[in-house]
């Protein structure tokens, strides 16, 4: 399996997977009812993160860090 650091192309692909991996979460499921809300704060979290070399993934993004 392939692992490495995501880049700015990769922003959407991580903010889905990590939006399907929390959205019925007791917590980020209460915060944000709509998927798509919570979609919103993850590209938002993860295009902070990206240009500092902070997100890992694999090579089609079903498992992200």
């Known amino acids: ?15 889905v997977t990590l939006t399907d991996a ?4 007791p917590v980020w499921g ?3 009812p709509e998927p798509a809300q919570l ?3 993850w590209r938002f979290w993860v295009a902070s993160a ?3 070399e902070w ?3 694999t090579g089609n993004g ?4």
Not at 22 to 25: I, N, V
Not at 62 to 65: F, G, I, N, P
């Open 55 to 57: 997100v890992r993934m």
């Open 39 to 41: 979609e919103v704060w």
């Open 30 to 32: 209460w915060a944000f």
């Open 1 to 15: 399996m392939e692992v490495r650091v995501a880049t700015s192309s990769d922003v959407q692909t991580v903010a």
């Open 50 to 52: 990206v240009p500092q």
């Open 62 to 65: 079903d498992a992200v860090a």
């Open 22 to 25: 929390f959205a019925s979460d």
